[in-house]
């Protein structure tokens, strides 16, 4: 009998890694959308995450690790070319059998395109019309997916080598300059609309169900159950930022256009023009000049980057300074950072009344 119920247990356990090696490997790019495809993993399998929080992914260098990730992969999951423009080559030197998944390329994503400006002149009247009564559903439905690049040349990278790491930046005056006059194309930043995310679910289920059929039931609810949730975390930021509407702020670097749209907030702009070039002096006196003229009441800063810049630009200013952060850098991945990040965004903003 003894040996009939060890005979029964290791079986058990055999079958068990048989169904875990049955799942498919997964890799992710960024924790926000880990959290995703960990959600909709959740019961069955636990994706790999490649960039690690704290770091940008405008540019990043592979650790041993997460090439290994990539290696392994049976599927990745990546935001797409212009918030990672080095990924495309990680991808096929590395997972070239694994299906590559550039989400904002799956259909029904709403995209963005850049805005101009250190105050955003060219894109204010879009806000206005998605004021505080209809922003809920503001529709973008023709924004084409042009195949407009945002390429950053700063961050071109040879595989495995020579690349920064983890917030280091390139300081190039030239670079500078070309980045400033080539800052076109679709804002990479849409996982900040967790109309978006919604969308994505869907896709990610997908996507892992056509891999993985055993599990499909199971991918499909979690994709329901999570959008479900997100539903809810809509209208609950929504009346979040009731109060926070028409606060006149600036944000560092311009990422958060997906969520402002989405809850009918609009920045008066931003210090920086793109992900990884600082402020020329006269976009900084550019800025200084429309916090006094705008009576810019909040301005953000990131982890990410050295506060100190924010502090210098508005020395001697009344103006209260908080902190946002698009990536989540402080919360643990997995399945419940997506709404933490969403909520703590908007706690940020509504600190700095």
Same mark, same amino acid.
């Given at each position: ?7 029964a ?11 875990l090696a049955d799942?498919?490997?997964v ?15 959740q ?34 999951? +990546? ?20 299906? *590559? ?20 002149e ?6 206005e ?40 930046e ?17 804002? /990479? ?10 969308? +994505? ?29 997100l ?16 606060? *006149? ?15 009918g ?15 020329? /002096? ?55 950072l ?16």
């Open positions: 009998m003894r040996m009939s119920f060890l005979a247990a290791v079986s058990v356990v055999a079958l068990s890694n048989a169904a799942v498919p490997s890799a992710v790019d960024i924790a926000p959308v880990h959290s995703l495809v960990a959600k909709v993993m019961g069955v399998g636990k994706p790999d995450l490649i960039v690690q929080p704290g770091a940008s992914p405008h540019g990043y260098s592979l650790r041993p690790e997460e090439a290994e990730a990539l290696e392994r992969a049976d599927i990745v999951f +990546w935001v797409g070319e212009g918030l990672e423009p080095w990924l495309e080559r990680s991808i096929e030197a590395l997972a070239g059998d694994a299906k *590559s998944v550039e989400l904002l390329e799956t259909e029904g994503t709403t995209e963005l395109e850049f805005r101009e400006g250190a105050t955003f060219k894109h204010s009247h879009d806000h019309a998605h004021g505080a009564e209809d922003h809920e559903h503001a529709e973008h439905a023709d924004h084409e997916h042009e195949g407009e690049e945002h390429a950053d040349h700063e961050h071109e990278h040879e595989e495995h080598a020579g690349h920064e790491h983890e917030g280091e390139h300081h190039d005056e030239t670079a500078h300059a070309e980045h400033e006059h080539e800052h076109h194309g679709h804002d /990479p930043h849409a996982w900040l609309d967790p109309q978006n995310a919604m969308v +994505w679910l869907d896709v990610i289920a997908g996507d892992l169900s056509d891999l993985d059929p055993e599990h499909a039931d199971a991918y499909a609810a979690n994709a329901a159950e999570a959008k479900k949730e539903e809810a975390l809509i209208g609950e930021i929504d009346g979040e930022l009731e109060s926070f509407r028409g606060t *006149s702020f600036i944000v560092f670097h311009d990422a958060y256009q997906y969520f402002e749209n989405r809850f907030i609009s920045a008066a702009g931003s210090i920086r023009l793109g992900d990884a070039s600082d402020p020329s /002096p006269s976009r900084v006196a550019e800025i200084r000049d429309k916090v006094a003229e705008l009576k810019i009441a909040c301005v953000f800063t990131e982890p990410q980057f050295n506060p100190g810049l924010v502090e210098n630009v508005f020395q001697g200013t009344d103006v209260t300074i908080g902190v946002l952060d698009p990536l989540g850098s402080d919360l643990t991945p997995g399945p419940d997506y709404p933490q990040l969403i909520h703590e965004i908007a706690d940020g903003l509504t600190s700095c009344r």
